[in-house]
Nanobody
Framework: QVQLVESGGGLVQAGGSLRLSCAAS????????MGWYRQAPGKQREWVAE???????FYADSVKGRFTISRDNAKNTLSLQMNSLRPEDTAVYYC?????????????WGQGTQVTVSS
């Protein structure tokens, strides 16, 4: 099992910045990917960004150029630096870790942290 705990959410004005962190613990070995998802009220959870083993990063078009994902393997943390925030970025943000084992995918989720961007 992998335990994920997010922190860093809050209320910010449009154009501002926030930094989310995710602390991973438990059986963190062989995690293949880590990323961030978000879910706005009345909407489905959507993928935001991810980093894979080797360090390559990927972003949703809606956040590209504004958000930066990073992973610190020594500290077992995942971060999301969010700049130039917009009201449409308001959502609960979830940390995600993925393991592949014997052809099966295993997803682990944090409890989420609220990000609210006021206009």
């Amino acid at each position: 099992q992998v335990q994920l705990v997010e922190s860093g959410g809050g209320l910010v004005q449009a154009g501002g910045s926030l930094r989310l962190s995710c602390a991973a613990s438990g059986n963190i070995f062989s995690i293949n990917r880590m990323g961030w998802y978000r879910q706005a009220p009345g909407k489905q959870r959507e993928w935001v960004a991810e980093v894979i083993n080797g360090g390559a990063t990927f972003y949703a078009d809606s956040v590209k150029g504004r958000f930066t994902i990073s992973r610190d393997n020594a500290k077992n943390t995942l971060s999301l630096q969010m700049n130039s925030l917009r009201p449409e970025d308001t959502a609960v943000y979830y940390c995600n870790a993925i393991k592949w084992r014997l052809g099966s995918r295993y997803d682990f989720w944090g409890q989420g942290t609220q990000v609210t961007v006021s206009s």
